[in-house]
């Protein structure tokens, strides 16, 4: 009898096999002639040879389409077995206007048509700016489309970065490591992130660098390869930084800079980086840029009567 060794790698065991290892029963059950053995991130497989061949190559698809799903079914485990395609499963398990497929197997959607320009956009530029107000998912779109190009492999690492303490980045008065003087500055895109990578992967990722989260001024002399690259809150940039910033780009790189230029917290007579950067660049080929607006807003619906209420103010004064 011959025996295989297959190792599960960048998946969590426990999810794959699903609540009582009901799953990997039913692998078992999918593979009558085979004696599978599971412990750890290893899947001992005993049987013929050319049956071992088989379910080496049907196991991997089931990885495959897990990797891509975050969740697997038993009735998608035998299509899978069954076709040995892993196309006609991701067919019905399409969802229309499905950026990618989070924990748990949850859609991640554009919302709003400004938000679908969005995806547009970055499939068209290598560089595009999302500007609108708070709530319309600027961040949380852009969050989605670095993983989406991480999981296709269109890219290595995604790096993200924002201004922390109102673009002066003063970081040495807070207690604490780097780490934990960031995280505060970081959580929104630590909050996008845990609803698309489940949560070990996503420590794996962070750990090897394969996500980096830091501070605008640590990008710094630094040139960005195969990377798709966040800017968030870019209202609070300088002239200087902003230059920096876009000046980081290097090769197979993608930069998605959002930023809402009524919030801006820089001093008085400091002109906003990104709303200089959107004059600059606005007829750069290459350089996509879409307005988001009240409209799009996906919080509560309060958050619509609140933008109104302080933009009526603002017109006054």
Do not use: C, W
Request: no cysteine; net charge positive.
């Amino acid at each position: 009898m011959n025996e295989k060794i297959i190792k599960i790698k960048n998946i969590d065991p426990k999810e794959l096999f699903g609540s009582r290892n009901k799953n990997l029963d039913f692998i078992k059950s999918s593979f009558p002639k085979l004696k599978i053995i599971a412990r750890g991130d290893e899947i001992k497989v005993f049987g013929d040879e050319s049956l071992l061949i088989d379910f080496e190559s049907k196991i991997e698809i089931i990885f495959k389409y897990f990797l891509e799903y975050n969740s697997i079914s038993e009735n998608e485990i035998e299509t899978l077995v069954k076709s040995g395609s892993i196309s006609e499963v991701k067919t019905s398990k399409k969802s229309h206007g499905a950026i990618l497929h989070g924990v748990g197997g949850k859609p991640i959607k554009a919302k709003t048509i400004n938000q679908r320009k969005i995806v547009d956009s970055i499939s068209n530029n290598d560089m595009v700016f999302a500007i609108g107000p708070a709530g319309t998912g600027k961040t949380y779109t852009a969050v989605a489309l670095a993983v989406k190009a991480l999981k296709d492999r269109q890219v290595k690492r995604i790096i993200l970065t924002r201004p922390a303490i109102e673009a002066g980045e003063n970081l040495g008065f807070l207690p604490g490591d780097l780490k934990e003087k960031l995280d505060p500055y970081m959580q929104p895109l630590y909050d996008a992130l845990r609803d698309m990578i489940p949560a070990e992967k996503l420590n794996d990722y962070i750990e090897n660098g394969t996500i980096q989260l830091a501070p605008l001024a640590f990008m710094r002399g630094r040139t960005l390869d195969n990377a798709f690259v966040i800017l968030d809150e870019g209202q609070n940039t300088t002239h200087a930084q902003m230059k920096m910033f876009l000046t980081r780009m290097g090769k197979n790189a993608k930069f998605l800079l959002t930023g809402d230029p009524g919030q801006v917290d820089l001093p008085r007579r400091v002109t906003s980086g990104l709303k200089e950067a959107l004059l600059i660049l606005k007829d750069v080929k290459g350089v996509g840029i879409v307005f988001l607006d009240d409209n799009d807003v996906i919080r509560h619906k309060l958050v619509k009567d609140v933008i109104e209420a302080y933009k009526n103010i603002e017109n006054l004064e």
